[in-house]
């Protein structure tokens, strides 16, 4: 009885699902996402001042992984299960949709613009290795089509080129550029006291790590629901990866960005996703490992590529922001905003029709 409820039950986890179930899967995996992305902020708030590592570094580099997870569960399952577009799109639009986030966060800021409030040197720098990483996945598509032990050797290149950014970040000991400081400036200031004051940093980890695997399990359901969409429904695998599943990749993002404004931690709310976006770049190398046809970035079509060109498109333009500064602008939010919100609506309704 039992091996045939094991063999039930795995039936049900590996065959593709009736396109109400996928649904119900979407929803439900983005209500959980919601819910551990709010216990996240607090938590990682605190232990940036623990550790000593600041909002925008430790935002960038731990919040960017954990709030990455799904997404990174998202590619690997979609490009094992023979769907290379659904995985390329999920990891580059993914990154198109949290760099929206952050016009949805500085709407939920009234004093003044997000970018004028937390243009840090490290969020700028960030943003540069998100470009860097970014051209070289396209250059990559655009190059010899080889494979070293099934992978693409642009795959260990985007690795090391990530690993190389975090140093050069993380050993920038004297400061050789800073944001002119203003009166709508919000410096990050440790604060041990708090609702987490009281509890060890051993149990905040712990606490920490515990949320992180929850947003795996929903990031596997979310690339299973979406494998049984385009099955049963027909869609194009480049929307559905792009649209649908990048929103759900993005949702980690957009809620930490909204809270960490709530609470005053704005160089956190931009660093998140900034940072998130850098690390899943990162995705593409673990499609390309589980894709067993070759490589990933020339199983990619012009949908994919032009995802990316888009989500280069809007990584420039946040920059842009950042260094000027705007304090406002039309819709409450600065030109950056408006342009990043242009760029992803004319993406997708390419991409849809």
């Not at 439900?28 to 996240?40: C, N, Q, Y």
């Not at 607090?42 to 600041?54: C, I, V």
């Not at 655009?142 to 050069?168: E, I, Q, R, T």
Request: glycine share 12%; charged share 10%; proline share 2%.
């Amino acid at each position: 009885m039992e091996l045939g409820g094991g063999a039930a039950l795995s039936g049900v986890l590996t065959q593709d699902w009736p396109a109400l179930w996928a649904i119900i899967a979407f929803v439900s995996a983005g209500a959980l996402t919601v819910a551990a992305s709010v216990r996240l902020v607090g938590l990682g708030d605190t232990l940036a001042d623990r550790t000593g590592w600041g909002e925008a570094f430790f935002g960038a580099v731990f919040f960017g992984l954990v709030t990455s997870l799904s997404g990174i569960v998202m590619t690997g399952v979609s490009a094992a299960a023979d769907q290379p577009a659904l995985a390329y799109s999920n990891a580059v639009g993914g990154i198109a949709v949290q760099t929206l986030a952050i016009v949805i966060a500085d709407m939920a800021y009234r004093r003044v613009n997000l970018e004028h409030a937390a243009a840090w040197e490290h969020n700028l720098l960030f943003g540069c290795l998100l470009i860097f990483l970014l051209s070289t996945a396209l250059l990559g598509s655009f190059g010899p089509d080889v494979a070293v032990l099934g992978v693409h050797p642009v795959s260990a290149v985007l690795v090391v080129v990530y690993l190389g950014g975090l140093k050069l970040i993380r050993d920038q000991r004297q400061v050789m550029w800073t944001a002119v400081t203003t009166r709508d400036t919000r410096v990050d200031q440790p604060d041990e006291g708090g609702r987490f004051g009281e509890r060890t940093t051993a149990s905040l980890w712990s606490e920490f790590l515990a949320i992180a695997s929850v947003v795996v399990v929903g990031g596997w359901a979310v690339a299973h629901a979406a494998e049984s969409l385009v099955v049963a429904t027909g869609l194009n695998a480049g929307f559905v990866g792009a649209v649908l599943m990048g929103v759900v990749n993005a949702l980690p993002e957009t809620v930490t960005a909204l809270i960490a404004v709530r609470r005053g931690a704005l160089t956190l709310a931009v660093a998140a996703v900034i940072g998130g976006n850098s690390l899943d770049v990162l995705n593409l190398v673990v499609g390309d490992v589980a894709f067993g046809h070759g490589s990933l970035y020339h199983a990619a079509g012009a949908d994919q590529l032009f995802l990316t060109t888009a989500a280069l498109l809007m990584t420039t333009a946040l920059l842009g922001g950042l260094l000027v500064r705007q304090r406002g602008g039309w819709w409450r939010v600065g030109f950056d905003g408006v342009l990043l919100m242009l760029i992803y609506l004319a993406a997708v309704v390419t991409l849809y029709f």
